[in-house]
């Protein structure tokens, strides 16, 4: 019983803050977000890199299905939140964790088969073009992984995409091990490559730099959870390259509650298998949320699974407005409403619990991670 009061606090951490008096402006939540440490690392052997990349992953379990699941124990969060390394020379980790809350004085189907595209109407999306925008922020956070999908740069050598980019539930796909990221560079007509460019030189064609991953977490969510009702809430997982990228990030934060989004509206940027060597951007309404998961219909192809989905609020600490990314696109979903199809792009929430223990994946230090 002492477990499940925990994990209710766990849960309610959440609370936000927003004064009446920021009606008018949409304001960055302050949260309390819990502390999530490792408590026990176990080798284990190493993977058969056996499984086929997939860039899109189907769940039956629509909106309703998830509201009515029951909340996980204690116990079944930790199980959850315990996470997986995966080196580059292939060795493989299990990290067992434990999760705290702090006083207030430390807080500083398998679906239906579907050939259907995943556009909603008219095609929305808008492909990036030209150096000066590719390269600029936020567009220029977005990077592409070797196995397929997209990620978006949280850190300094740090790349947050989807769990099944390269990890299918069951076993690390082929390509994890020797995981590339993908950075777009303009290749100038007179041969000569550079992101910082200041002459009037216009580049050919923008081509991609390639930097190794060194190694990659995977939360046990995921892994247990094979993509099912559990799984698709855990679809996210953070690489670590072998150097910096050297390229401005966006920082990663709580989700607020899908109401107190500018507009109601996310946005992302993926690298969408049809529009091969493109950077195509989208914004759409969320049209419902779970505690876990963001349903909206942002028109959408595989490839830009593991997009980091983002909003800019003002961040009033700071008197300033600021991007942070707030989930993961996963994919598609096909869900049968009482016998009527029904469609949704999903994307993960970055919830307190999820925040915690990808900050700390960065950061090493809880300290640095108590703010969200």
Not at 325 to 340: A, E, L, Y
Request: glycine share 8%; hydrophobic share 30%; charged share 25%.
């Amino acid at each position: 019983m002492a477990g499940l009061s925990t994990l209710i606090l766990l849960l309610c951490a959440a609370e936000d803050v927003m004064p009446s008096s920021s009606h008018w402006k949409p304001t960055w939540p302050s949260y309390r977000v819990p502390v999530i440490l490792p408590q026990s690392t176990l080798n284990l052997d190493k993977p058969q890199f056996d499984a086929e990349a997939r860039l899109e992953v189907v769940s039956p379990c629509g909106p309703t299905c998830h509201k009515s699941s029951p909340l996980p124990t204690y116990e079944e969060v930790k199980n959850y939140l315990s996470y997986e390394t995966l080196y580059a020379n292939g060795s493989l980790t299990e990290t067992e964790v434990g999760i705290y809350i702090l006083s207030n004085s430390g807080d500083g189907s398998q679906g239906k088969s579907r050939t259907k595209r995943q556009i909603y109407g008219y095609d929305s999306r808008f492909s990036i073009f030209g150096k000066d925008f590719l390269l600029n922020y936020p567009f220029s956070t977005s990077v592409k992984l070797s196995t397929g999908c997209t990620g978006t740069l949280v850190a300094e050598k740090h790349v947050l995409t989807a769990a099944h980019c390269i990890h299918d539930g069951k076993s690390y796909v082929k390509g994890a091990q020797k995981l590339r990221v993908g950075f777009l560079k303009p290749k100038l007509k007179d041969g000569s490559k550079g992101a910082n460019i200041t002459n009037s030189a216009m580049p050919e064609k923008m081509k991609f730099q390639w930097i190794r991953v060194k190694r990659t977490h995977v939360p046990k969510g995921w892994i247990k959870g094979n993509a099912n009702d559990i799984g698709m809430d855990y679809d996210y997982a953070l690489l670590e390259l072998k150097k910096p990228h050297k390229r401005k990030f966006m920082k990663i934060g709580v989700s607020p509650p899908a109401r107190h989004l500018p507009g109601g509206r996310i946005h992302f940027s993926g690298y969408d298998n049809d529009r091969p060597g493109n950077l195509v951007y989208r914004f759409c309404d969320v049209k419902d949320e779970t505690y876990d998961l963001l349903y909206q219909q942002c028109d959408a192809q595989p490839g830009a699974s593991g997009s980091g989905v983002y909003v800019r609020m003002w961040k009033r600490q700071n008197h300033k407005w600021e991007r942070k990314i707030i989930g993961i696109f996963s994919g598609h979903q096909w869900v049968d409403m009482n016998g009527t199809p029904q469609d949704f792009n999903v994307a993960v929430r970055i919830t307190p619990l999820k925040y915690a223990q990808i900050c700390y994946w960065i950061k090493g230090n809880y300290l640095d991670c108590r703010e969200g």
